[in-house]
């Protein structure tokens, strides 16, 4: 089967990348170099060369850094089973997952390179004293019902009423994601969560919701929209004091609605692996800082 790069059909580039032509362009700039080199030292199942040196075969299943950043993106956007990417691109399942694995870090990296990759881990120090206030909330994404009892039950999100994974999440009020968290079982609390991780502002409030109740204790720069007492009545300043509060912490469900343009982060997960998945998320929510930047304002 003839593999057409993308750019002889550049009016589909949004609907099957997430990505304009411009913007697909500059990522390529980038992404060329880094797979290039990777090729260079290591071979497609992740081996080291012997010798420094590689020279792509005609007859390589991805022949040119265009086709391979167009199969990673039109992957994490549309999320097709593995077995339909291989007969749409004329290669086995088994080379679709080597390519993935090849290839997910190096988009990961050339995204890291050109600024646009949120801090990942348990501590975030926010910097930019710019920012007017920080946005903090969990996403969650579907992932396959596993086999395990106990694991089933770990997975399983009251909330969303199926099995999910989530990240706590840090935004400006431009809708850019500075930090995502590591991933968690559905069944972990938002505010278990919280507690696990260490945040500091660079002077902003940070606004949350009444799912993190208890963090603003002990800090002055949480705030937490009022919860409404039993059987008493929330006064019209409170009530209008929470509608503000709302207007302005929707700047980072907006900002979520982004990253899950990606059908595989919107929709359920087929990719195994605790690595891989992460390597996921964190590209997502890159590329959607990536769109971010190049387009104002955010657009959904």
């Known amino acids: 089967m003839k593999k057409i790069p993308l750019i002889e059909a550049e009016h589909k580039y949004t609907s099957l990348t997430s990505l304009t032509a411009t913007e697909y362009e500059l990522l390529l700039s980038v992404f060329d170099k880094k797979v290039k080199q990777k090729q260079k030292h290591f071979t ?6 012997v010798r420094a040196y590689y020279g792509e075969q005609k007859n390589s299943s991805f022949p040119g850094s265009r086709i391979k950043l167009d199969f990673l993106l039109i992957y994490l956007k549309e999320n097709p089973n593995q077995y339909f990417l291989g007969h749409f691109y004329g290669i086995t399942q088994s080379k679709v997952s080597e390519w993935l694995s090849f290839l997910l870090p190096v988009l990961e990296e050339s995204l890291g390179d050109m600024g646009y990759t949120a801090k990942y881990g348990l501590g975030y120090r926010h910097k930019n004293i710019e920012n007017e206030f920080l946005i903090g909330d969990v996403v969650e994404r579907n992932v396959p019902r596993r086999s395990c009892s106990e694991a089933q039950k770990v997975e399983y999100s009251g909330k969303k ?3 999910t994974i989530k990240h706590f999440g840090l935004s400006d009020e431009d809708g850019y994601i500075h930090f995502i ?3 968690y079982e559905g069944s972990v609390h938002d505010k278990t969560i ?18 993190f109740l208890g963090a603003e204790e002990g800090r ?4 937490l929209p009022f919860k409404k007492p039993k059987g008493v009545k929330l006064s019209v300043v409170q009530k209008q004091l929470n ?5 302005l912490r929707v700047k980072i469900e907006h900002a979520f609605g982004s ?19 992460e390597i996921v998320m964190k590209i997502a929510v ?4 990536f769109r971010t930047t190049l387009r104002k304002p955010l657009q959904i």
Request: glycine share 6%; aromatic share 4%.
């Open 194 to 211: 919280w507690d696990e991780l260490y945040v500091e502002t660079a002077g902003q409030n940070l606004l949350m919701d009444l799912g």
């Open 220 to 223: 002055m720069d949480v705030i």
């Open 243 to 247: 509608k503000a509060l709302s207007s």
């Open 44 to 49: 497609l199942k992740g081996k080291r060369r």
């Open 161 to 163: 009423k199926t099995h």
């Open 181 to 183: 968290s590591p991933s």
């Open 286 to 289: 890159a590329l959607h800082n």
């Open 259 to 277: 990253v899950k343009r990606l059908k595989i982060i919107r929709n359920k997960i087929r990719l195994k692996g605790h690595n891989r998945r």
